[in-house]
């Protein structure tokens, strides 16, 4: 047996205790969870950017984060783990996107290395995973060989950098990336260095025993209990995770290559961890951390149970705690969060840690019907008080057929003559929004016998849709010899269908000349301290210009001190996501003005919110200013008077 087999079941052995059979059975259903990660990943798809970026409004200092980069890469990482079909819309316009631009900070590195590893069948990324792989390296720290925020003024190296600089490494060197011993080697020293001096293990609701084993966490900075500022020098949960997913992987990485001195090191320091997170076991709290960090730590435990190949920590079975508590924080749109919004630590973080709950969830998927493990996009309209029973799959196009029928419905419509026994389909009805959209013939000369008169529905573009079905059948007791039965409606959200302008949008930033331009952006007025004139050309598609509700003459203004070409000016409205529509006020008419022009031009910006607007020039000019003048709106659900762009950019075809 090899040594690196004995260690593992050595420390699975320690820490694995058979669950009572009481505790066995309040596991929350495989259904529940199945139903979790579809809710989950249907809300991420809605979330995505018309760029095909996925961006929280918020504002966190741009030094220690790539807005453009990193959730993007993130959460289409995550969708592809949730079984996403690669070639799905939201995955391919999320490529697009992040092909226009270099990611800078740790996290958007690693995280795009970790995407890009799930995209080893398509020869179009093996460049760029090169590329990324030797920037991470240049990203290092070299001081301490370690990862951390690369223009932070202190935080140069720290645990939760290092810790995804780990799983990029891996997942580069499983696609084939030779990675130098020694960046595996001082990895694992100076991530000893983040470990607590062993003490005595006390379970944290725990008594005292006699010569107790040892434990010792690992700390996000180097441990220093006297240190201020948000515990980061104080081991805790999700670091100490962190630290053993570390450990473990340059293990795996190293095989017969380890110093047998560190080795022996190492394996110490996991079996002081592993007692540590045996003594403080939680999937309700980042035991000793800060609680906003709550999912990101339940992914940490997730790798680390993967990793260890463990089922049990501490007699706890994580899997199905962690599971449980998930499903029960789950917000009824789908999404998690943690707390109220707060700059530092981040809250509430939706994108990320709903990101991080599915990633979670999805260690223990149960197939579905069709053999795969997708769940997401499929809907049922199978009630007891409904007449039809539908069920409708959204994969790209949206396919819908009949499942059976309520209770008693086939009794109370089978014909009993001598001649037609049983109840007879004439047709088939597909109504979207109330409009007859599709129609499949049934028999009508024999009994249905369970046929499922499937069909493709005619829907061309994505969003929001009221799906009914109805059933005409054959009827002795009604005029016209035949009814109609209706199922309940059932709201099919639609984001995967390719739409013409949507990859061209994508890939908008190497179009856009003003992405390169040192453009001055001035309005009449702004609704806030976060919706100012800039936001409309910083190239993020999660911020926006908003008027302030009053302003009479809503006016945008930009100055281009270095004069461009362009012959077509793009507008993007406020709302850029499915899940927003409706919320901003809507811009239907404008009038602009190139270069201070005595004659403005006046246009109507198109009905589909989602869609940029684009307005050809009179002619192809080099462009100095941009005047903009909104004339007309449509009041906002939420935002009623707060009308404006997300982005505004300028073309050149020539």
């Given amino acids: 047996m090899s040594r690196l087999l004995q260690w ?73 783990k949730c079984k996403v079909p690669y070639e799905h819309a939201s995955i391919q316009r999320a490529l697009t996107n992040l092909e226009q631009n270099w990611p800078w900070t740790t996290y958007a590195v690693t995280n795009q290395i970790l995407l890009l590893s799930l995209c080893e069948d398509d020869a179009r990324w093996k460049k760029r995973r090169e590329q990324l792989l030797e920037l991470l390296i240049e990203l290092r720290y070299e001081a301490h060989g370690t990862w951390g925020y690369p223009k932070h003024t202190s935080i140069k190296s720290d645990l939760s950098n290092t810790q995804y600089a780990a799983l990029a490494l891996r997942a580069a060197s499983a696609n ?40 010792a966490g690992f700390a996000y900075l180097l441990p220093n209990p006297d240190a201020p500022s948000f515990g980061y020098n104080v081991p805790n949960a999700s670091m100490t995770t962190a630290g053993l997913a570390i450990l473990r992987i340059a293990q795996q990485e190293l095989g017969s290559k380890y110093p047998n001195r560190l080795e022996r090191r190492a394996k110490q320091a996991t079996e002081l961890a592993m007692q540590w997170m045996a003594d403080h076991f939680s999937v309700e709290n980042n035991t000793a951390g800060e609680q ?7 992914y940490g435990l997730q790798r680390l149970g993967a990793l260890y190949e463990l089922d049990e920590i501490g007699g706890h079975n994580w899997y199905w705690e962690g599971a449980t508590q998930l499903v029960k924080l789950q917000q009824e749109d789908g999404h998690w969060e943690q707390g109220t919004y707060q700059q530092w630590p981040r809250q509430p973080m939706p994108h990320a840690n709903t990101a991080y709950a599915l990633l979670f969830l999805v260690k223990a998927m149960a197939p579905v019907s069709n053999g795969s493990s997708e769940n997401h996009g499929r809907y049922a309209s199978e009630g007891s008080e409904s007449p ?86 054959r ?52 609704s806030g301290e976060f919706t100012g004139a800039d936001r409309a050309v910083d190239g993020i598609e999660a911020s926006r210009w908003l008027c302030l509700a009053g302003d009479s003459r809503p006016t945008l203004t930009l100055d281009i001190p270095q004069a461009v070409w362009a012959d077509t000016l793009v507008l993007s409205q406020a709302d850029s996501q499915l899940a927003e529509l409706g919320r901003h006020a809507r811009v239907k008419r404008i009038a602009f003005r190139i270069n201070g022009s005595k004659r403005a031009s006046e246009v109507e910006l198109g009905a589909d919110v989602l869609r940029p607007s684009a307005f050809p020039l009179p002619k192809r000019v080099r462009v100095r200013s941009v005047l903009i003048e909104i004339l007309e709106f449509e009041a906002g659900s939420e935002f009623a008077r707060e009308a404006g762009f997300s982005e505004v950019g300028l073309t050149d075809r020539r």
């Fill in 8 to 80: 593992t079941m050595r420390y699975a052995c320690v820490l694995t205790i058979t669950l009572p059979a009481a505790a066995q059975e309040t596991r929350v259903p495989q259904e529940a969870i199945n139903g979790a990660v579809d809710r989950g990943v249907t809300w991420l798809l809605n979330q995505q950017r018309r760029d095909g970026s996925w961006g929280e409004n918020d504002m966190t200092p741009g030094v220690y984060r790539d807005p453009r980069n990193d959730l993007t890469a993130f959460c289409t990482y995550t969708l592809l």
């Fill in 176 to 215: 084939g990336a030779k990675i130098p011993k020694d960046i595996w080697t001082e990895l694992v020293e100076r991530v000893l260095e983040h470990q607590e001096e062993p003490h005595d293990s006390i379970p944290a609701q725990g008594k005292p025993v006699r010569n107790p084993p040892q434990k």
């Fill in 292 to 298: 906003a960090w709550l999912y990101y730590y339940l």
């Fill in 388 to 473: 039809v029973h539908f069920r409708a799959a959204v994969r790209g196009s949206a396919t819908c057929w009949v499942s059976g029928f309520g209770k008693g419905v086939l009794e109370a419509n089978t014909l009993t003559s001598p001649d037609a026994k049983g109840m007879f389909v004439k047709e088939v009805r597909y109504y979207i929004d109330g409009k007859l959209a599709n129609r499949t013939a049934g028999d009508a000369s024999k009994p249905w016998n369970g046929e499922r008169y499937g069909t493709q529905l005619d829907i061309a573009g994505n969003g929001s849709f009221a799906l009914q079905v109805g059933v005409l059948v």
């Fill in 475 to 526: 009827s002795e007791s009604k005029e016209g010899g035949e009814h109609e039965l209706l199922s309940e409606t059932v709201t099919l959200v639609i984001s995967g269908i390719l739409e013409d302008w949507m990859m061209a949008r994508a890939a908008f930033e190497k179009d856009n000349q003003l992405a390169k331009a040192n453009v001055t952006a001035t309005a009449s007025s702004a």
